[in-house]
């Protein structure tokens, strides 16, 4: 967990100067302002974006929301030439989110023309949680879409899926979804490798699953989505694949 993190930031929320004090007030929606006086954990939501297939303009936040976990929201930066562990750099940005694959993770989808960074906030036990910063780089790096997953069926009902990498500079980590052609959901992971086993764990860095996986059902379609994820949580590509249970 310490690595799919990746870079920790410490949080010290020291106390503001005058001048601090009045950016606070010209500005309420300031991260500072929001996490002022509140117990905060820093790095504790797992986010990461990319664009959509047909139109980089069009780019989706993903994050993992924890249950019991309320008031979501997304903060941006006015551009990427700033420090992106100031929070005082931040605004909120109103945007609604939508459940994905049955609400194991959640999305804000927004139009964007100029590159900047985000972090997404939510609120659980009385402590607001963060993202790492999320830089966006639809321009200057365009997610890809691809559907090159080789899928090996030798084991009944336990298909071992394997992808190649675009850039290896660029990827941390990768996150699958074995889910019904309508988006549901069976399994959600995180590997370092470009490999996953429907159910062999063993390489399964972070299990997002709830319960014990079904038995997949010989006959029946199925779809594989991967998300290859950089270190600052920008998604470089998107693997899409159907495939039949044998």
Not at 42 to 69: H, R
Not at 88 to 98: Q, S, V
């Amino acid at each position: 967990m310490s690595k799919f993190k990746y870079i920790v930031v410490a949080l010290l929320l020291s106390a503001c100067t005058s001048d601090d004090t009045d950016t606070l007030i010209e500005n309420s929606n300031t991260l500072t302002n929001y996490l002022q006086d509140r117990s905060v954990e820093n790095g504790a939501v797992i986010a990461c974006a990319g664009n959509t297939e047909d139109d980089t303009v069009s780019v989706e936040i993903f994050f993992y929301p924890e249950e019991d976990a309320t008031n979501y929201r997304l903060y941006e930066t006015s551009s990427t030439d700033v420090d992106s562990n100031d929070f005082l750099n931040y605004n909120r940005i109103f945007l609604n989110d939508a459940p994905v694959f049955n609400g194991y993770l959640r999305k804000f989808t927004g139009e964007f023309t100029t590159e900047r960074w985000f972090i997404v906030s939510f609120e659980k036990d009385n402590e607001i949680k963060l993202s790492n910063p999320i830089r966006l780089k639809n321009e200057s790096q365009p997610t890809l879409f691809a559907n090159a997953i080789s899928i090996n069926q030798q084991l009944s009902q336990m298909p071992l899926f394997n992808w190649n990498v675009n850039s290896e500079m660029n990827n941390a980590i990768f996150f699958q979804v074995l889910s019904t052609i309508n988006n549901d959901l069976i399994s959600g992971t995180y590997t370092y490798e470009n490999q996953f086993q429907y159910y062999d764990t063993s390489n399964v860095i972070l299990n997002i699953t709830n319960g014990t996986p079904p038995d997949l059902v010989l006959g029946d379609d199925y779809k594989m989505t991967i998300m290859d994820v950089s270190v600052d949580n920008w998604i470089n590509e998107i693997f899409v694949s159907q495939f039949t249970v044998e």
